[in-house]
């Protein structure tokens, strides 16, 4: 499974060769550093973890400098693990840039999706109004009937109501990457994807494809 880490630049349009319209997400991907190795002898499963975007000492602890001064890594702000098939075929230390991708290929992308605060059931789930007639006065918005009062009288776990929207972790999948732009680390892909502009985004390649 390869993967790197990246930031979200925003979107844009491009035309293919029939002079359609495409619209398309801009990703600055890369490069990225193999920090740690973890195999399926050693930790029960394959795995690697990468470091991204480099930042001043100081923002780091002590701690977190020494583990990567000892392999001979710049201060990387961002540290996250990503599962692959066969560790052996990485090494700490290692760069990766988003030349690991070819154009054509699909990709999932996985981020942060924008927060939207509290919201109600009719922002938040598609809720139908209810009628605006008929005596009602301030109900037009409100979601209703929430459980019996007999059997049960309580409220189902899962039950859709208001309550904190967005700022979830989100994957886009199948994805086909459009261009490759290794000189200056830009992947980008086909569609959109979660997150603000400059978000954190995981890019992988696609695992449902077919």
Not at 46 to 75: N, V
């Amino acid at each position: 499974m390869r993967g790197i880490l990246g930031r979200k630049v925003g979107m844009t349009q491009i035309f293919d060769d029939r002079g359609e319209v495409i619209p398309v997400t801009v990703i600055e991907a890369g490069p990225c550093f193999v920090t740690q190795v973890k195999t399926e002898e050693r930790d029960g499963y394959e795995a690697i973890q990468l470091g991204f975007e480099e930042t001043r000492p100081r923002r780091l602890t002590r701690g977190q400098l020494e583990r990567l001064r000892r392999k001979h890594l710049p201060p990387l702000r961002i540290l996250r693990e990503l599962r692959v098939s066969d560790a052996a075929d990485y090494a700490e230390g290692q760069k990766i840039t988003v030349s690991i991708f070819d154009e054509g290929e699909l990709v999932d992308v996985t981020g942060t999706s924008k927060g939207r605060g509290f919201a109600g059931g009719i922002k938040r789930h598609g809720f139908k109004r209810q009628r605006k007639t008929h005596g009602q006065s301030d109900r037009e918005r409100a979601p209703g009937a929430a459980s019996s009062g007999t059997r049960l009288g309580h409220l189902r776990k899962g039950k859709r109501m208001a309550g904190h929207m967005g700022h979830a972790r989100v994957t886009a999948q199948n994805l086909r990457v459009v261009k490759v732009d290794a000189e200056r680390n830009l992947l980008v892909v086909k569609g959109a994807v979660p997150g603000p502009k400059k978000g954190l985004l995981l890019i992988r390649e696609a695992r449902k494809q077919g």
